[in-house]
Each structure stands twice: as structure tokens, then as C-alpha cells.
Nanobody
Framework: QVQLAESGGGFVQPGDSLRLSCAAS????????MGWFRQPPGKDREFVAL????????FYTDSVKGRFTISRDNAQNTVYLHMDSLKPTDTAVYYC???????????????????????WGQGTQVTVSS
């Protein structure tokens, strides 16, 4: 069992930056890929970014490429999502997720779905508004 706890959400203005953190605890040795998903108001949960165990491979959804950066510190069992140039369309509850599937499994976009992650945090709200 892996427990995940997100932090760092908040209310920001368009163009601002924010960094989300996700601390993992429990049986973290089995975790390979860590990811971030988000759920905008009234919509389904959607993929944002993921990163391999060593941090060598990462994937992003098109709408955040060039603005968001995912990173991880395995010594601290923590994954981060640094978000720049935030837009109102980034408003959502952001969830951290973990899986034991290999990173190359996610080279295809069709596998970057919530069903391929087995552990989830409680979510943190990010609101972007002027």
C-alpha cells in the first residue's frame, strides 16, 4: 500500500506560477512511475504529466507542454509539478498518482489513463482567476 499526500494548491492569477508537491509513504519500493492528473469542474479526471523512476523519461499532455515541469526526488519520496504561465483553463483539482507499470508502457498516449495507476492522493485545488 502506498499513501500519497499532495500540497501546494491555491488561488492564483493568470500568468502566475505554482508548485505542487506529492509526498509518498508506505510501500514506495514498488512504485515506478509517478504522475499528476487533474479534474476540472464538471469534467472527467485527465492526464497532466508523468515521470519515470529515475526521472529520465517524462510525458505531458499537449496543453501543458512548455509550461509545466514534473520532477521527482526519490530520496525524499516526493514528486513535484512546477506550473508556469497558468491559465484559467488550468483550474482543477490536481491529483498525484503512482503505479508499478514500466515507464515505456506510457509511451502511447492511450495508456495515460487513471485506470493504469493504483494509488491516489486526496487532491489539491488549483484556481486560476483574475
Amino acid at each position: 500500500q502506498v499513501q500519497l499526500a499532495e500540497s501546494g494548491g491555491g488561488f492564483v492569477q493568470p500568468g502566475d506560477s505554482l508548485r505542487l508537491s506529492c509526498a509518498a509513504s508506505g510501500r514506495t519500493g514498488s512504485v515506478t512511475v509517478m504522475g499528476w492528473f487533474r479534474q476540472p469542474p464538471g469534467k472527467d479526471r485527465e492526464f497532466v504529466a508523468l515521470i519515470s523512476r529515475a526521472g529520465v523519461s517524462s510525458f505531458y499532455t499537449d496543453s501543458v507542454k512548455g509550461r509545466f515541469t514534473i520532477s521527482r526526488d526519490n530520496a525524499q519520496n516526493t514528486v513535484y509539478l512546477h506550473m508556469d504561465s497558468l491559465k484559467p483553463t488550468d483550474t482543477a483539482v490536481y491529483y498525484c498518482a503512482a503505479t508499478n507499470k514500466p515507464a515505456d508502457y506510457f509511451s502511447s498516449t492511450r495508456f495515460r489513463t487513471p485506470s493504469n495507476f493504483h494509488s491516489w492522493g486526496q487532491g489539491t485545488q488549483v484556481t486560476v482567476s483574475s
